[in-house]
């Protein structure tokens, strides 16, 4: 066990909880994904860029490195706690909310607005290739704003 009392420093009832949640997704609380997972979490779910969090991590004054925050979203990713949303081949956004749903994305903005999965509906999907499953179906669709 470690000291819980120097970790739950200076958020006392939230700290020791995002460290739980990082120990049950099989991560080491480390200073830098808690300070991390404090930003990501600590508010309503919401989607954001690698540079966006970067961007928050500095006006927090948390120093980390645009490539730490890129491998630490990864590593939440693949621990089941975010959800990546491509947009396109340069741009990834991450959700907080890993519940499934679909996206608008506002092309003007750069902003990604949540559609409840069962607002969408499928007439008709391929069958997965052979020997493959359908994981799950991510629909971004691209909005922007209606002219005068
Ligand atoms: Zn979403």
Do not use: W
Request: aromatic share 6%.
């Amino acid at each position: 066990m470690t000291d819980r009392s120097q970790t739950a420093r200076s958020h006392p009832s939230r700290k020791p909880c995002l460290t739980a949640v990082l120990r049950m997704a099989g991560l080491r609380p480390t200073r830098q994904r808690v300070a991390l997972a404090e930003l990501l979490f600590g508010g309503a779910h919401r989607h954001v860029s690698a540079e966006q969090l970067h961007g928050e991590a500095s006006q927090s004054h948390v120093n980390v490195s645009l490539a730490t925050i890129y491998n630490t979203l990864h590593q939440f990713h693949e621990a089941g706690l975010l959800r990546e949303v491509a947009v396109d081949a340069a741009r990834s956004y991450f959700d907080t909310d890993t519940s499934d749903h679909h996206h608008f994305y506002v092309e003007d903005e750069q902003r990604m607005i949540d559609i409840p999965a069962a607002s969408v509906e499928f007439m008709k999907l391929p069958e997965a290739p052979k020997g493959m499953e359908v994981s799950h179906v991510d629909v971004v669709i691209r909005v922007r704003k209606t002219p005068g």
